[in-house]
């Protein structure tokens, strides 16, 4: 009787839980598929853009704490960025009615492409019949130049890394800038 009721127990082999676990595990990868590469398009975006908010917020900073240049403390700051190919943003520094620019990596970005400025706006007014812009600091006051003006009150730089888009928005008002 015992030998009969040993034999009538069976249970699963260690194989047939393997294949079990991996049907399973196919499955769960189907539904939950990531695309790494989507993935790091998107941070590659993200650090493009927080590289140009960068430029623009230490160039602020140097002028609202007067940072001073070769023992002289410049008269205003100014990035000048363009959309062609060479794709620079540049910070000067204003001293004797000269602009002169200021060689240090923090303050200059190179755009790698396929990463680049894609449009500017001022004020929410696409306009790209200038090539170069330039966003100047003296002390707490921002203004623009190249398509945008004094008058404009914002400037908006939509960059786009393999069709991830993001903006750095400049504030003449409060001087925030913002990125998103």
């Known amino acids: ?18 294949i079990v676990v991996f049907v399973i595990g196919v499955i ?5 598929y990531i695309d790494f590469n989507e993935v790091n398009n998107r941070k590659r ?22 940072r ?24 000067e520094y204003l ?6 620019s200021y060689d240090s990596d923090q303050y200059t970005f190179q755009v790698d492409f396929p990463g680049y400025i894609w449009s500017i706006s001022c004020n929410n007014t696409w306009d ?6 330039s966003v100047v600091f003296r002390w707490s006051d ?8 004094e008058s404009d009150k914002i400037m908006t730089l939509e960059s786009n890394y393999s ?14 800038i913002e990125t998103r």
């Open 128 to 133: 790209i019949s200038s090539w170069t812009w």
């Open 142 to 149: 921002v203004s623009f130049s190249g398509s945008c003006d």
């Open 28 to 32: 769960a990868m189907s539904i939950g």
């Open 1 to 18: 009787m015992q030998q009969a009721i040993a034999s009538s127990k069976k249970g699963f082999t260690l194989i047939e839980l393997l």
């Open 95 to 100: 001293t004797s009615n000269t602009w002169q």
């Open 45 to 66: 975006a993200e650090i493009f853009t927080n590289d140009i908010s960068r430029v623009f917020e230490d160039t602020r900073n140097s002028s609202l704490f007067w």
């Open 68 to 91: 001073s240049v070769n023992w002289v403390s410049p008269d205003a700051w100014r990035v000048i960025f363009n959309q062609t190919n060479s794709g620079t943003f540049v910070t």
């Open 163 to 176: 069709a991830y888009t993001w903006e750095v928005i400049i504030n003449a008002i409060s001087g925030v």
